[in-house]
């Protein structure tokens, strides 16, 4: 390796890390915050069969799956603004990431809702709960636990997703990777250092969702 | 009287479950509900207490008139808070603790204070002898210690009855005995108990009446010495007959 491409790794290093932690990772939290909110209620939506919202959510989930991450980005940033509807870009892909991942991980949830036996329910009932209540404190609790490991998957893919954000100007950690190489042309060298960057974090993700995991298997495993 | 259930009927995907039972308990009764699988028995124990919606039928609990077809959600839940469930297979909650598994309908549900509940639910889980587990997961315990936890928990919410569907069916014979002792000595201590079961001696032993069912109808209904010593229909006779049968 030469010692222009050394000295050139060094010092963006730093300034890709720093984007990493400053921007792709809040970037990531508050889209999938958004996913978690959007997923939960779209899976109990369709759980407890409301009918006419249930429809909207089918609807909802039909589009996001059906079309590309890329194109919904597009399409909120470049193509809202001239029906009058003008976000930041940072706000458009928190949107976009946070609506589309939420829709795969309703999918999530309402499998792991329905997988929690209706026994927990009617007991529930038995002892004086409420529906509401039976929710909270037994059925989304278990659900949680169930859909864990595919909840961590769709953080770690989420977090890469982000770099897509770098299509409608948002200066994340992959941008400042184009940003740098725009200057000095060392595609290979300044791509494979931002790749590593987030091969480290999702080591790091995988890992954490290995010690929760673990936690969460304390009170045993699914019913008898 | 206190409870008293008329009439009722259930009807599966065009099958008659239930033929219009009727029944009668007074405070302190055990009543066991007989009969050979598929006569309907645990059907009509989960209608008693909403888990199914039977087609019609009348309950009268404590001198209230209750449709068991058209309940409201408020006449549902005034009748749960007066009664008790234990289940085939325990349903305890998974993800609490043998302790937050019965504190949790008493502090959540009925807004009892925390350390009050903890108090009756430590007393109750002494009385089925889990008070040494307190900590322990549902998937932790045996099934006999599960289904101990699963009376405890009904017992803390201070029911006037307590149903039993089939309590022991699902345990390993080994652990059978140690949850009909439980029974017994609630039933001795006087607790109102509803008990759907295959279990032939406990029920000659520890009930006081037996209610006999077949095919969705109630065949004889009377006090539990009776209906082991003088069965009155011949269908009783064969039933009686076909158990003792099958235990040489």
Redesign the interface.
């Known amino acids: 390796m030469n010692e222009r491409l050394l000295g050139i790794l060094v010092d963006s290093f730093p300034k890709l890390l720093s984007y990493g932690i400053r921007v792709t990772l809040p970037l990531t939290a508050l889209s999938f915050a958004l996913a978690l909110v959007v997923s939960v209620a779209v899976a109990l939506v369709q759980y407890a069969n409301v009918r006419v919202l249930r429809q909207i959510c089918r609807f909802y989930i039909w589009i996001i799956r059906g079309t590309p991450l890329l194109v919904q980005l597009y399409l909120v940033f470049y193509g809202l603004p001239s029906v009058g509807i003008k976000l930041e870009a940072y706000t458009a892909a928190v949107l976009v990431f946070g609506f589309n991942e939420g829709a795969y991980m309703a999918e999530t949830m309402r499998g792991a809702l329905e997988s929690v036996?209706v026994?927990?329910m009617?007991?529930?009932?038995?002892?004086?709960?409420?529906y509401l209540?039976i929710m909270a404190?037994?059925v989304l609790?278990?659900a949680f636990?169930t859909a864990f490991p595919a909840l961590s998957n769709s953080l770690i893919s989420m977090l890469k997703g982000t770099s897509l954000a770098a299509t409608i100007t948002v200066m994340e950690m992959f941008r400042q990777a184009q940003v740098i190489n725009g200057r000095v042309y060392e595609s290979l060298g300044l791509y494979s250092e931002v790749a590593l960057i987030y091969l480290a974090i999702c080591t790091l993700l995988t890992h954490l969702q290995r010690i929760g995991e673990k936690k969460l298997a304390?009170?045993?495993?699914?019913?008898? | 009287m206190m409870l008293e259930a008329k009439n009722v009927h259930k009807t599966f995907e065009g099958t008659e479950i239930l033929k219009g039972i009727d029944l009668t308990v007074d405070r302190g009764d055990v009543v066991a509900i007989l009969g050979p699988s598929g006569s309907g028995k645990t059907t009509f124990l989960r209608c008693l207490?909403?888990?199914e919606r039977a087609d019609s039928g009348e309950l009268i609990f404590d001198g209230t008139h209750v449709d068991l077809h058209a309940a409201t959600r408020r006449e549902i839940?005034a009748i749960?808070?007066k009664?008790?469930?234990v289940?085939q297979?325990y349903?305890?909650?998974?993800?609490?603790?043998v302790l937050e598994n019965v504190t949790?309908?008493?502090v959540?549900?009925?807004k009892i204070p925390r350390d009050k509940a903890r108090e009756t639910a430590v007393q109750a889980l002494a009385r089925v002898g889990m008070a040494d587990r307190l900590d322990s997961?549902?998937?932790?315990l045996s099934?006999g210690q599960q289904q101990r936890v699963?009376i405890a928990?009904?017992l803390a919410?201070g029911p006037e009855i307590i149903y039993f569907d089939e309590p022991t069916s699902a345990l390993d014979p080994e652990l059978i005995g140690e949850v009909l002792s439980v029974m017994r000595s609630l039933a001795e201590d006087g607790m109102t108990m509803l008990i759907v079961t295959h279990e032939m001696d406990f029920a000659r032993h520890v009930s006081s009446k037996v209610l006999f069912m077949e095919h969705g109808a109630v065949i004889e209904s009377g006090p539990t010495q009776e209906f082991f010593e003088r069965p009155r229909e011949e269908r009783s006779r064969a039933f009686i007959r076909s158990i003792l049968q099958a235990r040489e």
């Open positions: 036996s026994g927990q009617e007991a529930g009932y038995c002892v004086g709960l409420s209540q404190h037994v609790p278990q636990r304390g009170y045993g495993g699914a019913a008898k | 207490n909403f888990l839940a749960r808070r009664t008790a469930f289940f297979n349903n305890l909650f998974l993800n609490k603790t949790l309908g008493p959540v549900g009925m997961y549902p998937s932790q099934g699963a928990r009904a919410t």
